[in-house]
């Protein structure tokens, strides 16, 4: 029996990594035991560690028998059945959102629900602002200033790339350095470039820069992680159009809000949901440097979305 790591899930064969370092095609076994739990349209995903048999050891094929328990995970909704999840990637150390303000333009929504979904499955997130050529000298400058002061304040960390200057290259490597990371995003954000960019060696494939609309173009069509050079490991992801919500009641969404949370033991009621009770402090703070308008406004959407879904 050998033990890997699943690098690349196609959903009919895997590509796992043994502990030699050696690579392998794996196939699950039928009767894989599977986390009921979760009911998931994929039962094993990247970066889960597994036990195989090497079914044909000179052609390096496998048959996956059993998963390790997953020390994190973290789900979206199953694009082709709104009540399933796919798990996306696990034993995470951070989720990175790559993010840009124009082509394509990545909402303040959009990057509040994938921050908040990091929050639920509790791996730390980061915020990266890839194409800053395309922002630098332009009127875009302070917009991307204002959203960073966002999200800075709100207690997280972001950081600004480029893949045509270099600019935050660095700063990135040095973010990623020894970790496992998702990177998550939009479709043509540039999260298979900013890779490749990384680490030469890495030739994850990218979207050309002429025949890139920006619309329904995806290319990258699986999740695949990359071990870098400089130590780590790095997940690229097909883009998303929507980071649907799951697994969160409307009462428990001010929890995955850190610097909502920070205040809410000065609210009156101590189920306080700082919507419209008295006494609330987190409504008294809107607007300040520990909450701003937007943050604020995109947590009502939110609960307002879950409510709409329980209907
Ligand atoms: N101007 C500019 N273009 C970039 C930058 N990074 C990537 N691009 C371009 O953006 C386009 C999309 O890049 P990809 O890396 O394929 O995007 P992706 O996020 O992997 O897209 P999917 O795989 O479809 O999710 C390509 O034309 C890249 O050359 C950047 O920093 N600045
Ligand atoms: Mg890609
Ligand atoms: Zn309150």
Same mark, same amino acid.
């Given at each position: ?111 509040? /629900?994938? *921050? +908040? ?13 890839? $194409?800053?050529? !395309? #922002? ?36 990135? /490597?040095? *973010? +990623? ?13 540039? $999260?298979?470039? !900013? #890779? ?116």
């Amino acid at each position: 029996m050998l033990t890997g790591c699943v690098y690349k899930s196609t959903g009919s064969y895997y590509n796992v990594r043994d502990e030699q370092g050696a690579w392998w095609i794996c196939r699950i076994r039928g009767k894989l035991r599977i986390d009921k739990d979760i009911r998931s349209t994929n039962p094993i995903a990247v970066g889960d560690f597994v036990r195989f048999e090497a079914e044909d050891p000179e052609e390096k094929k496998g048959v996956i028998v059993d998963i390790a328990q997953r020390e994190n995970y973290i789900v979206r909704v199953s694009p082709h059945n709104k009540n399933q999840k796919h798990i996306i990637a696990s034993n995470l150390d951070q989720a990175v959102l790559i993010a840009t303000l124009t082509e394509p333009k990545t909402s303040l929504g959009f990057i509040d /629900r994938f *921050l +908040l979904t990091a929050e639920l499955y509790h791996i730390p997130a980061v915020v990266v602002f890839n $194409k800053y050529d !395309l #922002i630098r000298g332009s009127a875009w400058e302070e917009e991307l200033a204002h959203v960073r002061g966002l999200y800075e304040r709100a207690g997280y960390t972001t950081l600004v790339t480029s893949t045509v200057s270099s600019e935050g290259l660095d700063a990135f /490597r040095e *973010l +990623l350095k020894d970790k496992k990371s998702l990177l998550s995003g939009h479709s043509g954000v540039g $999260k298979s470039t !900013l #890779i490749n960019a990384l680490d030469p060696r890495i030739q994850a494939r990218t979207g050309e820069v002429s025949d890139w609309t920006g619309k329904g173009q995806h290319t990258t069509t699986f999740a695949e992680m990359f071990d870098m050079a400089f130590g780590g490991s790095i997940i690229d992801t097909p883009g998303i159009k929507e980071f649907g919500l799951i697994d969160v009641l409307k009462q428990e969404v001010k929890e995955y809000f850190p610097e909502m949370r920070r205040l809410q033991q000065d609210c009156r009621f101590n189920d306080c949901q700082h919507i419209n009770e008295p006494g609330c402090a987190v409504k008294e703070t809107i607007g300040t440097e520990a909450l701003s308008e937007e943050r604020y406004i995109s947590y009502l959407g939110i609960v307002d979305t879950i409510r709409e879904q329980e209907y």
